[in-house]
């Protein structure tokens, strides 16, 4: 009867064990759980961080157009071509302004494809970002048209313009 008492203490003991095990365990989970959603959050706040960043000078560039048409038509100074013009330049800017949200979409579901790229085209693509018409400040483009790279375009987008 001893051995059957000490059987019985003995699997008191593993039994208090795996239960503190199984604690500790669902603990883990938990804790690992919060550090991933922090993460998420954290991440969340670099994008809209981000997005704000890339929105700022579009939008300014949209702003100046749309002032200046109104100036210029306030003192009958602006053509029929310069406010088509200016309307066009609007629009892509916008466009641009959608596939920046597209982008960042793109990124969170890490769904892009690498490609090739041609850096002129590209370049040229997205030079209305980085004029001002306010400042008269022209975006140049010189680069060898027949240079490509291999790349994930909405990074590079996310590279580039921030140093520009």
Known sequence: MWWNRRLTLERN???????????????QI?????ILNQSKIASMGEILANIAQQWRQPLSAISTLSSGIAIQKEFNTISD?????????????????SHIIQSFYIMLEDKEQESILN??????????????KKEDIKFIVNIDESLSIKTYKNQLTNVIFPLI
């Open 119 to 132: 850096l002129a085209s590209f370049m040229e693509e997205n030079k209305l970002f980085f004029e001002n």
């Open 81 to 97: 071509e310069d406010i088509i013009s200016s309307c066009k330049d609007i629009t892509h800017i916008t466009e641009n302004l």
């Open 13 to 27: 003991k593993t039994q208090k064990a795996l239960v503190q095990l199984e604690e500790s365990k669902e603990k």
């Open 30 to 34: 938990k804790q690992h759980e919060i």
